[in-house]
């Protein structure tokens, strides 16, 4: 079938308001762009066929979880990603100014591509999201993933990683070839897993071509979509690994200011009585935003549960209480 017999089925299912028959011969318009190497024009019409929340959440869903096979590990036949879509606001990144400003950027290049492009210049693809747990990294890629209308694919290390020597190898072949043939972000949670240092003496031979095979694959990576790997352990990674990425994406403990947004989030849904959320913001130093949002969640429930309408500090303060003794035991166990 030809572009332009395409194209007048494209405007007869318009006619006719068949929905599924118009996005299934608008994205194979697309491909057909894809394959004549017209990656610019491709990814601006995917944006304009989805510009639209509503018919990307019941179109785009449909097709890309039900219709396009996913990957799947030879050994046990699980599925080695997930596709996820969001509806998020770049507003709701509550982080440090300087960090938000660098997610910021890394949008501003994907979303302008065809500009760069211009001056014979490529956006950023290749990220690395590091720090301590619960600072935002997952979250960050979920909002960048909405912003951009585009779904998130989340790499299943549970499923890549084979008793089968030489299978994790091809599992993750397996997921290079499947984000190639298409525009998403894709996310590699805990990339330490398979980007432990290959100097490690107590990693086996398997692990240290796993890491070979992934830097190959990093290196040859041509499509159009923007990886981002995440890992609160980067100090096991493997020094070649750094050299991979576009951009590193620090994610620190939030500051007093950071924590102050995060309580009025996360506390917003009840009504406050003589509760002063800067003298908590100061208390919690040390806290992750996952930390105060736990902790916050489990004061309204425990106001909620004792038939308060109301949070009163005795409530925050139980739930801080709890969590730091939780804390503490996650401490002593590191100690032992």
């Not at 301590?132 to 779904?151: D, E, F, M, R």
């Not at 897993?193 to 290959?198: A, E, L, P, S, V």
């Not at 290196?219 to 576009?246: C, K, M, V, Y």
């Amino acid at each position: 079938m030809t572009n332009t017999d395409i194209l007048k089925k494209l405007f007869i299912a318009f006619a006719k308001d068949d929905k599924e028959e118009f996005y299934r011969l608008a994205e194979e318009y697309i491909e057909r762009e894809k394959k004549k190497k017209h990656n610019i024009v491709a990814k601006e019409l995917k944006e304009a066929l989805y510009s639209s929340k509503i018919s990307t959440k019941s179109i785009v869903g449909r097709n890309y979880k039900n219709n396009i096979p996913i990957p799947r590990d030879t050994e046990k036949g699980f599925p080695l990603v997930e596709i996820k879509e969001y509806e998020l606001d770049l507003d709701s990144l509550i982080l440090p100014e300087e960090t938000f400003q660098i997610l910021n950027q890394i949008i501003k290049e994907f979303r302008d591509a065809d500009i760069l492009a211009t001056y014979n210049l490529k956006p950023k693809n290749k990220i690395l999201f590091c720090g301590p747990p619960g600072t935002g990294k997952t979250y960050s890629a979920q909002v960048i993933s909405s912003v951009l209308n585009i779904p998130l694919i989340y790499v299943r290390f549970d499923s890549i990683i084979s008793s089968y020597l030489g299978e994790t190898a091809a599992n993750l072949r397996k997921v290079f070839d499947f984000i190639e043939n298409g525009t998403w972000v894709v996310l590699f949670d805990e990339v330490d897993i398979i980007g432990k240092n290959r100097d490690d003496h107590y990693e086996h031979g398997e692990i240290k071509r796993v890491v070979n095979n992934f830097l190959q694959m990093l290196d040859t990576f041509e499509g159009s979509s923007l990886i981002i790997a995440a890992t609160n352990h980067q100090h096991i990674l493997d020094p070649a690994i750094w050299r991979r990425f576009d951009e590193i994406v620090y994610f620190d403990l939030p500051g007093e200011s950071e924590r102050l947004k995060l309580f009025e989030l996360y506390l917003k849904p009840i009504k406050k009585n003589k509760i002063d959320l800067l003298e908590y913001a100061k208390k919690t130093e040390g806290f992750s935003p996952s930390d105060i949002k736990m902790a916050c969640i489990e004061a309204i429930k425990y106001a909620i549960l004792n038939d308060k309408d109301q949070l009163t500090p005795m409530e925050l303060d139980y739930a801080l209480s709890r969590f730091k003794e939780r804390m503490n035991i996650r401490n002593r166990g590191r100690k032992k």
